[in-house]
C-alpha cells in the first residue's frame, strides 16, 4: 500500500474534539453504519481499542486502499500497528471464526500476536448454538402466532442464553484448561442433542446428533493456537488507564438492536448501545467521555422488524444497489429507506452521543427527492421525541418527512465539506439541526481519506 492509499485527512480527528480522553464509536441505527471506518482511522490515536458486545454476527468493513477487510469478531483497531486490540467478557467467541480471521488477516500482511487480546470471561458459541439458532427461528417462522426474528445464524442468542443459564456455558478461560472440560462438553452436548431433536421435530427439520468427541477435539486444538491470546483483559484494561494510555470502545451491532432498548424482540442478545460498554469490558463506569455516534445518512436493516421509513419500491432499490447493501456476514440484501430522525434521536439519547460522523451521503446521489422522517403519525398522534416500546405499535406508526432537494453529481471525491453540492450541505445540515448535536465528519466513501471534516457551526 501507497502512503497515500493509506492517509487520512489530518484534521478529521482534531474535529472530533477528543481532548485525549478514552471514546466510543458506537452504531445509532440498525448497524451496518459503517463502525469499521471511523474505528480504523481513529484507531491510530488511540492506545487500545476494544469490543464489548455481540459476536460474528457484526461485520466491520475496513478499506484501505484497494484492500477490503471483513471484520466480524477482531477489532477493526488490528489495521493500526500499535494498537492493542481487546475482545472483552461481553463478546460471545466463535473460536472457529475468529482463528479464520486470524489467519485471513496474517495471510494479507496483519501481524498478530500481543497485539490481539481476548477475555478469559468472554462465552464461546459453539456448533450447537449456530445449530439451536437456525433452528429456533424456523421453528417460530412455523408456529402460529409467532414470529421469526430473522437472526445471522452465528449462534449469538444461543450462547448468551446459556451464559445465562450458566451451567450450559463455557468460557474462553476454561480453553486454558481443556482436560477439565472433556466430561462438561459432553454433559453439555447430551442435554443439547435432546431438545434440539425436539425442536427439529417441531419444524420438521431433520436432525443429526452432534458428535461431542468431534467438537471437544476441534475445542482442543483451538484451545492451543488461541491460549496466547487469551487473559484478564478487565486487568489489561484497567492497567492501559493506570499507565494514561487511551481506550477506544468499538460498538457492534448498533443501538437500536440493542436487547433492552432496541426493537424488541427484533433486536440482537447484547447492550449493544454504550450501556453495554461497562459490563462488556470491565471498564469502571463512566470511564467513557467521547461517544461518536455513527448515523448513516439512509437506514438499513437486515433481517425482521419494523422500519416505519422503509423504502419498498424502486427508490429502495436504488439506494441498496448504490450502497451496495447486502450483508457482510451472511450477504442477505439488507431493507433499505430514509433516514429516521425519530429513532436516531431516541437512540442517541440512549447512547449519550456527544458528536456525530455521518455514513452513506454518496449513496444518494442521484436521487432527485431525499425525504427524512422526522416524526410518526400513531393512533391520531404525532411522536417525535420517544419510540413505541412494542414493536407491533412501532410497525404501524406512518413515518412524517420533510422533503430535500436532491444531488445529482457523485461526490466521492470531494476533497472538503464546502465542495459538496449545496444541496447535500442543506440535508446534512438540516439533520444536525434536528439531532442537536454537531455532526463532525460526513464520510463521501468508504475509504480512509473520503472523510470530510464538517465546520461547527
Ligand atoms: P442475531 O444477532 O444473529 O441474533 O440477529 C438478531 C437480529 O439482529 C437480526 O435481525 C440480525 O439481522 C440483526 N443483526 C445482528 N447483528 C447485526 C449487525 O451487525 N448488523 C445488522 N444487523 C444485525
Known amino acids: 500500500m501507497t502512503s497515500s492509499q493509506t492517509s487520512t485527512k489530518p484534521d478529521a480527528l482534531a474535529s472530533l474534539n477528543l481532548q485525549g480522553q478514552h471514546s466510543a464509536v458506537i452504531g445509532i441505527q440498525y448497524g451496518d453504519e459503517g463502525k469499521g471506518q471511523i474505528v480504523d482511522v481513529l484507531g491510530a490515536h488511540f492506545d487500545v481499542v476494544a469490543r464489548y458486545n455481540g459476536g460474528a454476527n457484526a461485520g466491520h468493513t475496513v478499506i484501505i486502499g484497494d484492500q477490503k477487510f471483513a471484520l466480524h469478531l477482531i477489532p477493526s483497531g488490528i489495521m493500526c500497528p500499535d494498537a492493542l486490540n481487546v475482545v472483552g467478557n461481553g463478546v460471545v467467541i466463535d473460536p472457529a471464526q475468529i482463528l479464520k480471521e486470524i489467519d485471513g488477516l496474517v495471510e494479507r500482511g496483519i501481524a498478530i500476536g500481543e497485539n490481539l487480546k481476548i477475555s478469559n ?264 421525541n420517544t419510540l413505541p416500546a ?5 410497525a404501524r406508526a406512518e413515518p412524517i418527512y420533510e422533503e430535500f432537494e436532491g444531488f445529482a453529481d457523485p461526490i466521492g471525491e470531494c476533497q472538503r465539506y464546502e465542495d459538496l453540492p449545496p444541496q447535500a450541505r442543506a440535508y446534512v445540515e438540516r439533520v444536525q439541526e434536528l439531532l442537536g448535536t454537531r455532526i463532525a465528519m460526513v464520510c463521501v466513501g468508504r475509504r480512509r481519506d473520503q472523510i470530510l471534516v464538517c465546520p461547527n457551526k
Open 121 to 384: 470471561r468472554a462465552h464461546v458459541v459453539l456448533p450447537y448454538h449456530k445449530v439451536q439458532d437456525v433452528l429456533y427461528d424456523q421453528a417460530m417462522a412455523k408456529a402460529k402466532g409467532s414470529e421469526p426474528i430473522g437472526t445471522t445464524g452465528r449462534g449469538i442468542g444461543p450462547c448468551y442464553a446459556d451464559k445465562a443459564l450458566r451451567t450450559t456455558a463455557v468460557r474462553m478461560g476454561e480453553l486454558l484448561r481443556i482436560d477439565e472440560l472433556e466430561t462438561k462438553i459432553q454433559r453439555i452436548v447430551s442435554i443439547k442433542n435432546t431438545i434440539l431433536e425436539a425442536l427439529a421435530k417441531t419444524c420438521d427439520q431433520p436432525f443429526e446428533q452432534l458428535d461431542a468427541n468431534a467438537i471437544f477435539a476441534d475445542l482442543k486444538d483451538q484451545a492451543i493456537r488461541l491460549a496466547p491470546h487469551i487473559t484478564d483483559t478487565s486487568v489489561l484494561l484497567h492497567d492501559a488507564m493506570d499507565d494514561g494510555k487511551k481506550i477506544l470502545c468499538e460498538g457492534a451491532n448498533a443501538t437500536m438492536l440493542d436487547i433492552d432498548h432496541g426493537t424488541y424482540p427484533f433486536v440482537t442478545s447484547s447492550n449493544c448501545s454504550s450501556l453495554g460498554i461497562y459490563a462488556g469490558s470491565g471498564l469502571p463506569g463512566g470511564t467513557i467521555k467521547n461517544i461518536i455516534g455513527i448515523v448513516k445518512l439512509y437506514t438499513s436493516r437486515v433481517g425482521e422488524g419494523p422500519f416505519p421509513s422503509e423504502l419498498l419500491n424502486e427508490t429502495g432499490e436504488t439506494i441498496r444497489q448504490q450502497g451496495n447493501e447486502f450483508g457482510t456476514t451472511t450477504g442477505r440484501p439488507r431493507r433499505t429507506g430514509w433516514l429516521d430522525l425519530v429513532s436516531v434521536r431516541y437512540a442517541s439519547k440512549l447512547s449519550g452521543v456527544t458528536t456525530f460522523a455521518c455514513t452513506g451521503l454518496a449513496v444518494l446521489a442521484g436521487l432527485k427527492t431525499i425525504k427524512l422522517c422526522v416524526g410518526y403519525r400513531l393512533d391520531g398522534k404525532v411522536i417525535d
Open 390 to 394: 412494542n414493536a407491533g405499535d412501532l
